[in-house]
Nanobody, 127 residues
């Protein structure tokens, strides 16, 4: 069974940067579609970015141009580079993995599409 462990969250001022990491163990990274979701207090968990297998990286409109998702097969790790952070980016960020998810046009991935989850890492952006 795959295990996911996020790290890299913290407190940063608006306009700053953070890089989140998601270490994958128990399986091989290339077998999965990997994603980042986030959940702010009182809100539903929302899609942020996705990468994996044969699909190109893609991101939610709210973070395009500011966030980048990448993966390192040697390190078995997925990264979320976050630049130009805004207070509205404040949330718990979760890493997710799934073996069978297939992206579709005009479809934003949902949490139910991913079988495995990390514990989350808090990102707080001050104004």
């Amino acid at each position: 069974q795959v295990q996911l462990v996020e790290s890299g969250g913290g407190l940063v001022q608006a306009g700053g940067s953070l890089r989140l990491s998601c270490a994958v163990s128990g399986s091989i990274l290339k077998m999965f579609v990997m994603a980042w979701f986030r959940q702010a207090p009182g809100k539903e968990r929302e899609f942020v970015a996705c990468i994996g297998r044969s699909i190109s990286p893609y991101l939610a409109d709210a973070v395009k141009g500011r966030f980048t998702i990448s993966r390192d097969h040697t390190e078995n790790t997925v990264y979320l580079q976050m630049n130009g952070l805004k207070p509205e980016d404040t949330a718990v960020y979760y890493c997710a993995a799934d073996r069978t998810f297939v992206p579709r046009n005009n479809y934003s991935p949902a949490p139910a599409d991913f079988a495995s989850w990390g514990q989350g890492t808090q990102v707080t952006v001050s104004s």
